[in-house]
């Protein structure tokens, strides 16, 4: 199965626990997050690994462990760990789910950003999005990012409580289909994960 990345539309918009829910439900996958900057919360890998109750043969390490949760490009200054784009190579080729940190516009250097290296790594992104107020703005524009970079865009899924007229927003004016949202959880258990999954974004499948 081919492999993809998972970016936001801004930081904290709920990536790793939609990692969570697709490692949780798609067993063929690894997970991989190339850049980790700040350590008090643990990595999202610990958490995404917690969150699917999947096996650490499926959590691959990360290229970078910065210690402030802060942009890659500060974060690496204050640990003098300069990011080298030579060592941000994927671990495999197929089967992976690589997360993103941020937004697609996230400097690694004074001279890259992420959506660089996506570009480099030619590989589809499926963007998650805030379900609530200005995530029309914010959506439209990350697609339109990715695509003037020639970067496919697999769909969105919309985080929160469910919002159909910025869906549809969404879908028509970025002519992307949404496929899925995550609601409001109560309950972070795996099985629950997989509920939600096969309740709201199962369609994903079809499309890899």
């Not at 109750?53 to 974060?75: D, M, T, V």
């Not at 007229?165 to 899925?180: K, R």
């Not at 409001?184 to 890899?208: A, G, K, M, Q």
């Amino acid at each position: 199965m081919r492999s993809f990345i998972v970016s936001g539309t801004d930081t904290g918009i709920g990536k790793t626990l939609l990692c969570g829910i697709l490692m949780a439900s798609l067993p063929e996958y690894s997970y991989w997050k190339p850049i980790q900057s700040g350590m008090d919360d643990g990595a999202d890998s610990e958490t995404v690994a917690r969150l699917s109750g999947c096996s650490k043969e499926r959590i691959l390490p990360e290229a970078y462990f910065f210690s402030q949760p802060l942009s890659p490009h500060l974060a690496s200054a204050i640990d003098g760990i300069p990011i080298e784009e030579e060592k941000l190579v994927l671990p495999r080729s197929e089967s992976l789910i690589v997360e993103g940190a941020g937004g697609l516009l996230v400097p690694l250097t004074d001279r890259l950003l992420y959506i660089d290296i996506f570009k480099k790594w030619k590989l589809p992104v499926l963007l998650a999005c805030r379900s609530t107020l200005g995530t029309i703005n914010h959506s439209l524009l990350s697609i339109e990012a990715l695509r003037k970079r020639g970067i496919p865009v697999l769909g969105c899924v919309l985080i929160n409580q469910r919002n159909p007229p910025n869906e549809q927003a969404i879908a028509h004016y970025g002519n992307v289909p949404i496929l899925g949202h995550i609601p409001i959880l109560h309950s972070f258990e795996p099985d629950n994960l997989v509920t939600v999954y096969n309740n709201h974004l199962s369609s994903i499948r079809s499309i890899l």
